[in-house]
């Protein structure tokens, strides 16, 4: 028994369970089968960015009143706005937001093509930006375009967005 801690099933006790990963910063870690935490290099040019425990490149980036970057892994990062309701000064991963081929990025929302699902767009929302039929209050969670399934491209301007 492990208590607080990990078994790795040879009756070896750690603080992680072997073969999880992590970043830590830009650095990528993994759970070695004694169950510590073994450090690689910070992730580099080709790769530059730490996502989910490993190093991933940048496919693309957009901005308008904030800045995201679409990452190689299909998620997405977003500073200089709100980010799952906090404003992010660094680049935050967007929550629930995966599988993203194409972003958008408008006056104080963003919007994002998937390749599985509709276009889910998030921020504000006093002109109808994210599709919900209505204006008002924006949202900080992003929220499904209904009838934008099979949409592969996304284009942002002041305060509209398109799909195709």
């Not at 040879?10 to 830009?26: F, H, L, S």
């Not at 935490?37 to 730490?50: I, L, R």
């Not at 996502?51 to 990062?77: E, H, W």
């Amino acid at each position: 028994m492990c208590g607080a801690g990990f078994c790795n099933g040879a009756g070896i006790c750690g603080v992680c369970k072997p073969g999880d990963a992590r970043c830590i910063g830009n650095r990528p870690e993994t759970c070695n089968a004694s169950g510590s935490w073994s450090p690689a290099s910070d992730c580099g040019a080709v790769a530059p960015v730490c996502s989910a425990g490993a190093c991933v490149g940048v496919k693309s980036a957009a901005a308008g009143s904030g800045t995201c970057v679409l990452l190689d892994d299909g998620t997405v990062r977003c500073w200089g706005m709100k980010v799952s309701g906090v404003f992010a000064t660094t680049p935050t991963p967007v929550t629930g937001v995966s599988m993203v081929v194409d972003l958008a990025v408008g006056q104080g929302f963003v919007c994002a093509a998937r390749s599985v699902g509709p276009v889910l767009c998030w921020g504000a929302n006093d002109s109808g930006q994210l599709g919900q039929g209505v204006t008002g209050p924006g949202s900080d969670v992003p929220q499904p375009v209904s009838g934008t399934d099979g949409a592969v491209q996304v284009s942002a301007g002041f305060a509209s967005v398109c799909a195709v």
